[in-house]
C-alpha cells in the first residue's frame, strides 16, 4: 500500500480563537497503481484532504502512512525525501506557470528542489520528460504562451513526474481544456500509470471523468466521507442520499429537460457551525429525528461503505 490514512481528523484555530473541524474521521487506502477520486461540494475538505497527503497539514487526529512511514513521526531529510514522492499537477496549467519562465525551467523546478544535477544531465532529464508527455525536446526552449491548452497541461504532468514519484495528486486536470485535449490528456495519464507504476488521487467535480478513471471514489460532505467503494458499483448504484443527487443531477443523452435532473435543496450549511447531528439531515428528504441526533457509523453495504442510518440493519 502507498497510503493509508487511518480516522484521520483535521481543525484549524480562527483568528478570533474558535475551533474550527474541516475534516473528521476519515479513512481511505491508496493502493499500488491505484487511481482514487474524491468527489464533493465545495467546502467538503478535499483540499485540505489532499495537503494532508501532500505532507503540507499534519492531522490533529490519527495516522498518515505514507510508503510505510507516519508522518507524524519523521521530520528532516527523510520528510524532504517523501515529499519527492507526491506531486500535485494543478487545476489550470497555465496560471500555476510563472510566465517568465522557459519550460526548461517550469518542468525541472522539483529537479533543483530534489536532485543534484549538471545542466547537461539537468536539460537531458527534462528533455525526457517533455518527450514521455507527447512533447518535443525543442519545446522545453519555449514559454508557456506558446502551447495551447492541452500543450501546457502536459507540461504541468512533466513537471509533476520529473522527480518520479510515486503518488500524485490530480487537480481539476482537464476542467480548463477542451473536450479532445480531456480525452487525450486522460489516456496519457492511463498509460502513465502502467508505465511508471503510478498511484492516482484525482479531485473532480466532473463525474464522467471520475467515472472513466476511477477504481475507487470518495464520496465527501462537509468533512466527513458518507460513501466510499469501487467506482463501477458506486454508478451503478448509489446508496446515500447525497451520492444519489449527486449522480442523478448529471444530464445525460435522454435528457430533455433541466426539470428531469434531480437538486439537492438548500444549501451546503457553514463548516464553522454545522447542523447538529448528521451534517446532510437539512438537506436529506429521507430524514428523521435520529439523523437530527446523532452521526451515522459507516457499514458495508453491497460491496462499498455508506454512512447512513438507512443502511444500519
Not at 434531480?262 to 439523523?291: L, Q
Request: with cysteine.
Amino acid at each position: 500500500m502507498k497510503l493509508v490514512i487511518d480516522n484521520v481528523s483535521k481543525s484549524f484555530v480562527s483568528r478570533t480563537g474558535h475551533n474550527l473541524p474541516v475534516l473528521q474521521d476519515i479513512n481511505l487506502t491508496v493502493n499500488e497503481e491505484e487511481f482514487v477520486a474524491l468527489v464533493g461540494p465545495s467546502g467538503c475538505g478535499k483540499s485540505t484532504l489532499v495537503n494532508t497527503i501532500m505532507l503540507l497539514h499534519k492531522p490533529t487526529a490519527g495516522e498518515v502512512t505514507m510508503f510505510g512511514k507516519d508522518i507524524n513521526h519523521i521530520s528532516g531529510r527523510e520528510l524532504r525525501e517523501l515529499r519527492k514522492q507526491v506531486q500535485i499537477v494543478f487545476q489550470d496549467p497555465f496560471w500555476s506557470m510563472d510566465p517568465r519562465w522557459l519550460v526548461k525551467d517550469i518542468i525541472g523546478e522539483p529537479i533543483r528542489v530534489h536532485e543534484k544535477l549538471s545542466m547537461d544531465e539537468y536539460v537531458s532529464t527534462v528533455q525526457e520528460m517533455a518527450e514521455l508527455v507527447g512533447l518535443k525536446k525543442d519545446d522545453i526552449f519555449k514559454y508557456p504562451h506558446e502551447f495551447s491548452g492541452g500543450q501546457r497541461q502536459r507540461i504541468a504532468i512533466a513537471r509533476a513526474l520529473s522527480v518520479r514519484p510515486r503518488l500524485i495528486i490530480l487537480d481539476e486536470p482537464t476542467s480548463a481544456i477542451d473536450v479532445m485535449s480531456q480525452a487525450q490528456i486522460l489516456k496519457l495519464l492511463d498509460e502513465l500509470k502502467e508505465s511508471m507504476e503510478l498511484s492516482y488521487v484525482i479531485i473532480s467535480h466532473d463525474l464522467s471523468v471520475v467515472n472513466y478513471m476511477s477504481d475507487n471514489i470518495i464520496v465527501m460532505y462537509l468533512g466527513k466521507i458518507v460513501e466510499q467503494g469501487a467506482a463501477e458499483k458506486i454508478f451503478a448504484e448509489p446508496k446515500h442520499p447525497y451520492t444519489k443527487a449527486l449522480f442523478n443531477a448529471i444530464p445525460d443523452i435522454h435528457t430533455t429537460s433541466i426539470d428531469e435532473l434531480a437538486i439537492v435543496k438548500g444549501e451546503v450549511p457553514s463548516a464553522i457551525n454545522p447542523p447538529k447531528g448528521f451534517r446532510f439531515h437539512p438537506r436529506c428528504e429521507f430524514c428523521t429525528e435520529r439523523c437530527k441526533q446523532e452521526e451515522p457509523q459507516m457499514h458495508m453495504v453491497d460491496g462499498r461503505m455508506v454512512g447512513c442510518f438507512l443502511y444500519e440493519s
